[in-house]
C-alpha cells in the first residue's frame, strides 16, 4: 500500500472511531434508553451521566477519551506523514462532532479532544483539565466548565514552550500547526456550546449536582 493510501486509511479509521456515540450506544444497549430523548438530548457523557447514572457516565467519558487517544497513538503510526497524528486527531473530534451513525450530527466534542491533546499536549491539556473541574466545582454546570477549560487550552499552547507542551511525546514538529488547531477546536467547543451560554445568563442551565 503507498503512502499516500496508509495515511487516507488512518485518517479514516480514525474519523469511524470518533463516531461511534458511546453513550448513545451505551443506553440503547444496556437499557433500551435512548439518551437523545431525555435529559439535554445530547449523546456526550454530560447527558449520559444525567439519564443513565453516574457510572454509565463515566465509561461515556472514558469512551469518548479513547476516542481521540487512540487514533493519535496508534493509527496515526499507519503513516510516516510528520503531522498525521495531528490529522487522525482531527478526524476523530469531526468525527464526534458529526457521526457517520448519526447521519451527521454529533456531540459536543469535549471529551474526544481531550483525549487527542492529552496525547499531543499533555501539559496544556492538564491545565485545561484543571481549569474545567475547578470551574465545575464552582457554578456546578459542565458546560461552564467545557468553555473555561477551552479557553485555558488555547491560551496555554501560546504561553508554554513547544518542547515542553509536547513532552514527552513530541509528535508534532511545528508549533503552529498545534496552535491553529487548538484554537479552532475551542471555537468549535464553543459555538457548540452556544446554546448553553444562552441558558446561563437566563439562569436557566442544568448543574449536575
Do not use: Q
Not at 479557553?151 to 501560546?158: E, G, L
Amino acid at each position: 500500500m503507498s503512502p499516500a493510501l496508509m495515511t487516507a486509511s488512518a485518517i479514516l479509521l480514525s474519523y469511524i472511531l470518533g463516531s461511534i456515540p458511546t453513550g448513545l450506544w451505551l443506553g440503547l444497549w444496556l437499557r433500551k434508553i435512548d439518551i437523545r430523548e431525555h435529559g439535554s438530548k445530547n449523546i456526550g457523557a454530560t447527558n449520559t451521566m444525567r439519564v443513565l447514572g453516574k457510572g454509565l457516565g463515566a465509561v461515556a467519558l472514558a469512551g469518548d477519551a479513547l476516542k481521540g487517544l487512540i487514533p493519535v497513538l496508534v493509527f496515526s503510526r499507519m503513516s510516516d506523514w510528520p503531522y498525521a497524528p495531528l490529522a487522525c486527531g482531527i478526524a476523530a473530534i469531526l468525527g464526534h462532532l458529526a457521526s457517520l451513525f448519526l447521519k451527521f450530527k454529533g456531540g459536543k466534542g469535549v471529551a474526544t479532544s481531550l483525549g487527542v491533546f492529552l496525547a499531543l499536549c499533555p501539559l496544556p491539556t492538564l491545565a485545561a483539565a484543571v481549569s474545567f473541574t475547578a470551574i465545575v466545582l464552582l457554578t456546578r454546570m459542565v458546560s461552564a466548565g467545557s468553555i473555561g477549560g477551552a479557553i485555558v487550552m488555547t491560551a496555554s499552547v501560546y504561553t508554554i514552550p513547544f518542547d515542553i507542551a509536547t513532552a514527552p511525546t513530541h509528535l508534532l514538529p511545528n508549533v503552529w500547526a498545534l496552535r491553529i488547531v487548538v484554537t479552532i477546536v475551542a471555537i468549535l467547543v464553543i459555538l457548540k456550546h452556544r446554546a448553553n451560554i444562552g441558558r446561563i445568563v437566563r439562569g436557566e442551565e442544568s448543574k449536575v449536582f
